[in-house]
């Protein structure tokens, strides 16, 4: 799944990939798809449920790992909260940057 979106009057459109991640828990490893990001923190799409309040660790291939609290549970998966801080800044930019294409 991805977003679009025009970019001027040239027709391009942007779409974010959305990446695979891991995310540790005290589970063990699952697979996840961060749907949204910010600094604040993520939608994951995913099967595991771990429970509201586990801590967990999320690994993005390229931006690397953050610690990470699951606030919220929803249809398709779950909502994560980060400490903001440089770290989070660093987490989001580089993971949103590093999932987006442009396609002609």
Request: aromatic content about 4%; some cysteine.
């Amino acid at each position: 799944m991805s977003y679009g979106s025009t970019l001027g009057n040239k027709g391009m459109t942007s779409r974010r990939q959305l990446r695979l991640c891991v995310i540790e828990t005290e589970d063990g490893p699952a697979t996840i798809r961060l749907s949204e990001l910010s600094v604040a923190g993520a939608v994951a799409q995913a099967n595991a449920r771990p429970p509201i309040g586990s801590e967990v660790v999320i690994h993005h291939e390229i931006a690397g790992s953050i610690a990470a609290i699951i606030s919220e549970h929803s249809l398709h998966g779950f909502s994560l909260s980060f400490q903001p801080g440089t770290q989070s800044v660093n987490f989001a930019m580089t993971a949103i940057a590093s999932d987006m294409t442009v396609c002609s």
